[in-house]
């Protein structure tokens, strides 16, 4: 072992830039590796992003009217409570597609579980038909603000003034209905 090393330090002496350049070569390498893991984990896990930025909520519950859902805040180990909201089942149309959506009533955004505006602008009191789409759901029924839904088989429309990305489970047809913010007005 001890004529390896002396072997080494001897060749290391005689040979120092192509040393140096190994030991720059390899760190470059490793630096490379390191970076480009970090970026791979980000970029495959846009949930997380939108999650973190949405200031996401662990736990979402769906209670009766007759709850008292503000109990909760007082809670150990709660940081943060939003809602309750009052919510209808609907079914939307758009251009020939249809989708299953829960229309949630809320006069300002929520601080846990925040929608993140993509596009458009958030609830306005001005539009009392107004409603914001989950950028999935959005997509689904080929929709952007402006534009009109319809309520199939009553008189009823809603106009999308906006389009957020939200860290909740998003609209997959036929498992999971779409989630539509709206003014607690909107809901009948």
């Given amino acids: 072992m001890r004529a390896t090393l002396r072997w080494a330090h001897s060749d290391l002496r005689t040979h120092r830039g192509e040393a140096l350049f190994l030991v720059l070569a390899t760190a470059g390498i490793v630096a490379s590796l390191l970076l480009a893991t970090a970026l791979f984990g980000y970029a495959t896990n846009p949930w997380q992003r939108v999650f973190t930025q949405a200031n996401g909520a662990h736990v979402t519950l769906h209670t009766t009217a007759a709850a008292n859902a503000g109990e909760l805040a007082g809670l150990d180990g709660v940081r943060s409570v939003s809602g309750p909201y009052p919510t ?16 949630r009533g809320t006069a300002e955004r929520p601080g846990t579980g925040r929608p993140l505006i993509v596009s458009g602008h958030w609830l306005d009191p001005a539009a009392p038909d107004g409603v914001v789409l989950e950028s999935r759901l959005a997509r689904a029924l080929l929709t952007a603000p402006g534009e009109t839904l319809t309520v199939p088989g009553t ?33 009948a």
């Avoid at 906006?162 to 607690?184: M, N, T």
């Fill in 88 to 103: 209808e089942d609907l079914t939307l149309a758009s251009r020939g597609s249809r989708a299953s959506v829960e229309l």
């Fill in 155 to 187: 008189g009823r429309t809603l106009t999308v003034v906006g389009i957020a990305d939200s860290a909740e489970p998003r609209y997959r047809p036929g498992e999971q209905r779409g989630l539509v913010w709206a003014l607690p007005s909107a809901l």
